[in-house]
């Protein structure tokens, strides 16, 4: 093989690989100058659209709907089952709760602790309450239940035994006309 021949035949290996010396083509459109122009001006975000808004307000305001207090009780239900796996609150949901004019409800509360558990669950469940029974006029209420007698254990004989001359004094004529003891 001679040296022309070895030049072309090299020449011929090198038609399938291409030419990295060669310079890109800038002649082809880029993606961005064909691109529709976006500008905005700050004035065109100042600028507010009254009529569009105005429309939207309308249909988001609804009248409410009345409910049955059994509507209600179904759809507290409801909610006590999502909250099944906190138990504290799930032992204060199914508490009974009181409906007044029909649309305030009044949860008992029987420590402190109840009042926070319930405002920390307040919002999501007049939320709740609201989108299901489409009413927004519906209100949380927590009402702290006060014992009127202090629970008071008694311990000697004599105080068990005064107790029970306070509500039944008999008892102490009783006493004396048996001659018993109460410190026994």
Request: glycine share 2%; hydrophobic share 30%; net charge negative.
């Amino acid at each position: 093989m001679t040296a022309a021949e070895s030049q072309t035949s090299s020449a011929d290996q090198t038609t399938d690989v291409p030419n990295i010396s060669s310079k890109p083509d800038f002649a082809e459109k880029s993606r961005f100058k064909s691109a529709p122009k976006t500008t905005v001006k700050l004035t065109d975000l100042l600028k507010v659209d009254s009529k569009k808004e105005s429309p939207e307000a309308e249909n988001k305001v609804e009248a409410d709907q009345p409910f049955t207090p059994e509507q209600l009780q179904a759809t507290w239900n409801e909610y006590t089952e999502q909250r099944k796996k906190f138990q504290a609150e799930y032992q204060l949901l199914s508490q009974p709760y009181e409906l007044v004019d029909g649309k305030i409800i009044h949860l008992p509360l029987y420590h402190p602790v109840q009042e926070t558990m319930l405002n920390n669950l307040r919002i999501e469940l007049s939320t709740f309450l609201r989108e299901r029974l489409r009413n927004s006029s519906i209100q949380l209420v927590g009402k702290m239940i006060e014992e009127t007698e202090a629970k008071r254990v008694y311990y000697t004989n004599r105080e068990k035994f005064d107790y029970l001359v306070e509500k039944n004094p008999i008892l102490k004529e009783l006493k004396d006309r048996l001659g018993l003891d109460t410190d026994y």
